[in-house]
T-cell receptor, first 111, second 113 residues
Framework: SQTIHQWPATLVQPVGSPLSLECTVE??????LYWYRQAAGRGLQLLFY??????ISSEVPQNLSASRPQDRQFILSSKKLLLSDSGFYLC??????????FGEGSWLTVV | KQEVTQIPAALSVPEGENLVLNCSFT??????LQWFRQDPGKGLTSLLL?????REQTSGRLNASLDKSSGRSTLYIAASQPGDSATYLC????????????FGQGTRLTINP
C-alpha cells in the first residue's frame, strides 16, 4: 500500500534561519507531488507541485523553494525564514487518478 | 481567479441531527470538486470526489451534491455522531491531471453528545 511520510512534524525556527521540510512517498512510482500551506485564518494554498524529477512549478511568489531530487522525494526549503512563513505545511501526492493523499503535516513557527 | 467560500465557518449541533455544509465557487469551469475532513493538527482525508459531469456522490452517511452551473456544492451528513466533529474542507480543481486544488477555509463542525 502507498504511504506518505513528512518530517519534521514540528519546527520552531528563528527569523533568518534556513528551512528544510522533507516528504517521501512509498508504494507508488512517478507520483505528482505537492506542497500546500495552511496559514492561520486562511485556507490551504498550493505552493509548489511537481510532475517529475527536477520539474517544479511554483504557484505563488514567496520566500520558499522546492526540489525533487528523487522520484518519490519532495523537499521544501528556504534560505532565510520570515515571520510570515509560519504555518502548517502539507505534502500530498496523486498518481494517475484524481484522489489526492496528504501527509500528516509539519507545523512551522518562525520566531 | 477561482475563489471558494464555505458557509458557515463553524457549526455546533446535537448528536443525531442531519446537517448540511455549503460550498460555493466563482468559476464554474472546474474539473472536479472534493470534500475533505481535517482533524485538529492533522492532515486531510478525502471524503468524496465529484467529477464535473456528476451531480452527486455518496459514501455511508455522507452525500455530496454538485451544481456546477450555479457554482455550488453541499455536503449532507446524516445522523451525526460526535466522531464527525472535525473541520470539513471543500476544494475544486480546474485542470485534469495535476491536482491544483483551490480550497475554501472550511467549516468547523462540533457534534455535541
Amino acid at each position: 500500500s502507498q504511504t506518505i511520510h513528512q518530517w519534521p512534524a514540528t519546527l520552531v525556527q528563528p527569523v533568518g534561519s534556513p528551512l528544510s521540510l522533507e516528504c517521501t512517498v512509498e508504494g507508488t512510482s512517478n507520483p505528482n507531488l505537492y506542497w500546500y500551506r495552511q496559514a492561520a485564518g486562511r485556507g490551504l494554498q498550493l505552493l509548489f507541485y511537481s510532475v517529475g524529477i527536477g520539474q517544479i512549478s511554483s504557484e505563488v511568489p514567496q520566500n520558499l523553494s522546492a526540489s525533487r531530487p528523487q522520484d518519490r522525494q519532495f523537499i521544501l526549503s528556504s534560505k532565510k525564514l520570515l515571520l510570515s512563513d509560519s504555518g502548517f505545511y502539507l505534502c500530498a501526492w496523486t498518481s494517475g487518478g484524481n484522489t489526492i493523499y496528504f501527509g500528516e503535516g509539519s507545523w512551522l513557527t518562525v520566531v | 481567479k477561482q475563489e471558494v467560500t464555505q458557509i458557515p465557518a463553524a457549526l455546533s449541533v446535537p448528536e443525531g441531527e442531519n446537517l448540511v455544509l455549503n460550498c460555493s465557487f466563482t468559476d464554474s469551469a472546474i474539473y472536479n470538486l472534493q470534500w475533505f475532513r481535517q482533524d485538529p493538527g492533522k492532515g486531510l482525508t478525502s471524503l468524496l470526489l465529484i467529477q464535473s459531469s456528476q451531480r452527486e456522490q455518496t459514501s455511508g452517511r455522507l452525500n455530496a451534491s454538485l451544481d456546477k452551473s450555479s457554482g455550488r456544492s453541499t455536503l449532507y451528513i446524516a445522523a451525526s455522531q460526535p466522531g464527525d466533529s472535525a473541520t470539513y474542507l471543500c476544494a475544486v480543481s480546474g485542470v485534469q491531471g495535476a491536482q491544483k486544488l483551490v480550497f475554501g477555509q472550511g467549516t468547523r463542525l462540533t457534534i455535541n453528545p
